[in-house]
């Protein structure tokens, strides 16, 4: 990794606590449906006061889990204690994550990585994201994500955050899409349909992305700066270029639609 994701993580989230001090707390989210500014503020404190709690008491388990969500601190009612709280615990998941090796034994949500190298790439992308989130919501000029960031941001997606589909659930491959980030490679991805029950939820017909194999064919191909290309798989706006199957582009669509928050 060409950067230092502990610091990235910092100084995104100092971008975000900057752009939304002065924002009134009822604005709304246009990237977050349903939330407004006070509970974007509140969603990235209680990530940081979560992971930080999940690193440092060394939790593998989902019942050392449950017993850190019940020790969450109340949400702060006013604007500068919330920042306040999350300047605290942004201190604290730097520390915790400074504190071992990324091969570190440490719970997360995603079964095939348990490993506290896991939790340090998923926070520079969850403070990256957000923060471009603060800059919308504030109605700011979005400010750039280094290329070395960005691109690490879509394998992230790629690799994880569309990942998640039991492999024995019914799939029908749709085909395989390129993406372009200039300068930074390209990335093969198959689309495939899905549907079968998860988390106490039925999906029908529900798109889905994984990495494709290297030498597969690309029916479609989006291409445009890192920056937009990490914004657009993570479900913000972006500018980027198109060409190839219309039908593979309209279900890339319904993946960037279904959404990333």
């Known amino acids: 990794m060409s950067f230092d994701p502990v610091q990235v993580m910092r100084r ?15 604005t709304p989210v246009p990237t977050c449906p349903g939330w407004d500014a006070d509970e974007l503020l509140w969603h990235l404190t209680e990530v940081h006061l979560f992971w930080s709690a999940v690193i440092a008491s060394g939790a593998t388990t989902d019942e050392q889990i449950e017993d850190i969500e019940k020790a969450k601190p109340l949400r702060p009612t006013g604007r ?15 520390t915790a994550l400074s504190s071992g090796d990324d091969r570190d034994s440490a719970w997360s949500w ?17 403070a990256t994201i957000h923060r471009v989130d603060a800059e919308l919501t504030a109605g700011l000029p979005v400010s750039d994500i280094p290329i070395e960031v960005a691109v690490a941001g879509i394998d992230h997606v790629i690799n994880v955050m569309w990942n998640w ?5 019914e799939q ?6 390129e993406l372009r980030p200039r300068g930074g490679g390209s990335r093969l ?3 495939y349909r899905w549907s079968g029950r998860l ?5 029908v017909d529900q798109v889905a992305g994984r990495r494709a194999h290297d030498g597969a064919e690309p029916r479609a191909v989006i291409s445009g700066e ?3 290309l990490d914004r657009l798989v993570w479900s913000r706006p972006a500018i980027s270029s198109r060409e190839g199957d219309l039908a593979l582009l309209a279900a890339f669509d319904e993946l960037i639609t279904f959404g990333i928050q």
């Not at 995104?12 to 009822?26: I, K, P, Y």
């Not at 029908?172 to 899409?177: A, M, S």
């Not at 988390?199 to 999906?203: A, C, K, L, M, T």
């Open 189 to 191: 991805v198959e689309l």
């Open 165 to 169: 589909i039991p492999g024995d659930v």
């Open 199 to 203: 988390w106490g939820r039925d999906f």
């Open 80 to 94: 500068a204690e919330a920042l306040d709280l999350l300047r605290r615990a942004t201190d604290e998941l730097g």
């Open 110 to 126: 995603f079964p095939a990585d348990q490993t506290i190298g896991f939790t340090r790439r998923m926070q520079t992308h969850e």
């Open 226 to 228: 890192a920056a937009d």
């Open 172 to 177: 029908h491959p749709l085909g395989v899409i």
């Open 12 to 26: 995104e989230t100092a971008r975000f606590a900057e752009a939304l001090q002065n924002v009134d707390g009822n």
